[in-house]
């Protein structure tokens, strides 16, 4: 038989990497299962985008908050696995859940955790022929470093919050900003909307690309055409950059377990508790993907989540432990790592 985890966390965004903490704070032999090829989730589609909603820590990039969950996250070393997609969770004969992925692996576990958020969450691209082959050069489906479009010339498409934040997010950096929507109005939030009218970017309604064109050269887009729905006028713009935010395609299918109720709100969910449990016990969820009265659906929302999905995990594998653990400060897990961070303030000082 392969080897047995006390519990297997689906996901690694923020409520999976920190449930993956905790669970290791907790002494429990954790696996994490990640379809992307990295850990971090949604957080990662927005490297540069300040958080400002964690108690504690002052505004900080996306992209250096991944890196602190994930650091945090391997602190007590769980099995990693990327690129890997569940497909079913059963039960065998002893009672321990067979997570069963689409090339026919099996893992197994005492208890599972389903961190999944909304789904496999992957950026719709833009239906222009060609549009893939500048994807390594300047057309983005997300924004990996502001400094790259210092001065330059930049095209954004799309009419949703993401495209508007971004434009707004730009205005200081780049030269010229465009946008382009295909509807009459823009769907963003009304200050956001605001602040992008009143400055000197170009606003185009009714717009959709229709080709790139690049230099071969460099193989990059050098022009777009545009295509106005309404007065079917086209013209060329040049650009440095192609911003495309056409929203995401998500893979929010949840049947893993028969016996796992499945909650229809705006979007799809796991109905549960407050305390992570779900209809099939033994198997509990955190973060986007639970619902129930009282959600807070913050990343402080995510982190509490995690912790009482943790807790009702260990109980369930080990019913004689602790309903919690030991506050982090006084846990003797961390003495002798605490004598070290101490010390290392002590010599810096």
């Avoid at 997570?99 to 692996?105: F, K, L, P, S, V």
């Avoid at 109005?185 to 959709?208: G, K, P």
């Amino acid at each position: 038989m392969k080897e047995l985890f006390d519990v297997t966390i689906i996901g690694g965004g923020p409520a999976g990497l920190y449930a993956a903490f905790y669970s290791g704070l907790r002494k429990m032999k954790t696996k994490i299962i990640e379809y992307q090829p990295q850990l971090g989730g949604k957080v990662l589609l927005y490297p540069e985008k300040m958080i400002w909603d964690v108690g504690g820590q002052p505004p900080i990039l996306g992209d250096s908050f991944t890196k602190q969950l994930v650091q945090q996250a391997l602190t007590f070393h769980p099995a990693v696995c990327l690129n890997t997609k569940v497909d079913v969770i059963d039960k065998n004969k002893n009672g321990h859940f067979v997570i069963r992925t689409d090339t026919g692996e099996e893992h197994y576990s005492k208890a599972v955790i389903m961190a999944n958020g909304g789904g496999i969450v992957n950026p719709q691209k833009l239906k222009v022929e060609g549009a893939e082959k500048f994807e390594m050069t300047n057309l983005h489906y997300t924004v990996p470093s502001l400094r790259s479009f210092k001065d330059k010339v930049v095209l954004i498409s799309g009419g949703g919050n993401t495209a508007i934040d971004w434009a707004v997010e730009l205005l200081p950096i780049a030269r010229k900003i465009l946008l382009v929507y295909r509807k009459d109005v823009l769907s963003a939030h009304e200050a956001q909307v605001d602040q992008l009218r009143n400055s000197n970017a170009s606003l185009l309604s009714n717009t959709t690309i229709t080709k790139l064109i690049a230099n071969p050269e460099k193989r990059k887009i050098e022009k777009v055409q545009l295509l106005n729905s309404k007065t079917e006028e086209v013209t060329l713009q040049e650009v440095d950059h192609v911003i495309v935010n056409h929203g995401y395609n998500q893979d929010a299918s949840l049947g893993f377990a028969p016996s796992l109720h499945i909650e229809k709100k705006d979007g799809y969910f796991y109905q549960g508790t407050a305390t992570g449990l779900t209809t099939e016990k033994g198997i509990f969820a955190a973060g986007d993907i639970l619902s129930y009265d009282g959600k807070i659906n913050l990343l402080a929302g995510a982190f509490q989540d995690a912790v009482n999905a943790v807790n009702a995990a260990k109980t369930y594998t080990e019913p004689a432990a602790e309903s919690i653990a030991m506050v982090s400060s006084h846990n003797d897990i961390f003495e002798a790592r605490n004598r070290e961070l101490m010390k290392e303030l002590v010599y810096e000082n």
